[in-house]
């Protein structure tokens, strides 16, 4: 089940930059394994809440090459980076080819940096749940900026918004109906509009459409979402999306919002560990006690309703 | 320090990087989407890659299994380089297959140092896949 080598001294390794027992850790929080468990318990008072910045956009707008840049951009000022680069999974075969790491150009001594792909693996906030827990590994681990990058559909828009401090929602000119689409649920989460790609003409179109966007757009908090055009092929404008993305770290601490979002994402994450370990723990109960089972019996012959037999499932597990 | 890599329960986690300077990544895809349907998690590294970047890429995404693709014939030069630096730098041992245009004398030369297996044109994808998931969790 768990391996070898005791568990102290793997958590230790991590926090000391020892690069293969911290990817060894990223494996075991993927995978589920038991031996994540007292890794990340030990680990927890470490953390020091690092900024973490979530980009997230469609496919192809050029998430992996500005993160790429963003990296190169923060090692020249000696900031160490973190980053996660999430891809998705096949539903029928389970694979993945994550392609992400081919756009990291950085030297391979360069020991500031560490690149991990991260397949979604499918279960819905299970990339949610992994994803907090390896950022805070990089965060144990001492490096002072992570990054993450998610594709920006569906349920992996919850998981940028439960991992992030500054969430960086990217676009590109033209994409036009796409951006009707997103409106519901990227746009309400992004701090910074990137429009990339802005070398290619109808940028400027595209910024006005954000800004007019953003300024609609409801600021509970105060902040108002700042729009920077870039081109990692020209290349320019990565200074100041990181100007924009630092402002919005300083806006965190100067408005003490910073707490209240922390506050607000973990509490998130414990409902999720429990939440995941109650529906364990029901399914357990309903497979090996017979008297449960006979409750499925009742609702497929239509003697009972789901619901009332989730309640007799629910007083099942409360009587003992 | 050993680590218990068939006691693992998630799926395989594979790199596949071409080191050296030939453009010519059609085999090095095909084989990454052939790892892919059959349930692999493919850590694609892509063109040029040295054999440094390859060991620090096998460290940080934590794999089972190395891929390398090579047709530009510098296999005598970069392979024996890859397995020096995963000798030096890993402290446990990551299989290692390579496919490309290798001669037989070389490939004979390559499995004694340490290539676990080699594939030349012709090789299906049937038995690449099948070798590579015995490399990576060991005989059934």
Redesign the interface.
Known sequence: ?T???PLPARARAIANGD??AL??A??DV????PAAEPILRALYPRTRGVPVVGLAGPLGVGKSSLINALVGHLRAAGTTVGVVAVDP??PF???????D??RLDRP??DRGV????M?S?GAAGGIATASREVVRLLDAAGFDVILVETVGSGQVDIAIRDVATTRVVVLVPHLGDEVQTLKAGLFEIADVFCVNKSDLPGADHAERDLAELAALGPAPDGWRSRIVRTSTLAPFGIDRLWAAIAAHEAFLDTSGTRAAAERRRLAREIVDRASDRLAHDLTERMERDPALRRLVDRVVARTLDPRSAADRLLVARSRR | MPRATKQRRGPIRVLIAKPGLDGHDRGAKVVARALRDAGMEVIYAGLRQTPEEIVRAAVEEDVDLIGLSILSGAHMALFPRVLKLLKEQVGRRIPVFAGGIIPDEDARRLRQLGIQAIFGPGASLDEIVKTATRLARGPA
């Open positions: 089940m391996r070898a080598t690069r293969a990817a060894r990223i494996s993927e995978n589920g394994a999974s096949s075969s389970g694979g993945s080819v994550l392609g790491r081919i391979a001594d560490y690149f991990r792909s397949a693996r």
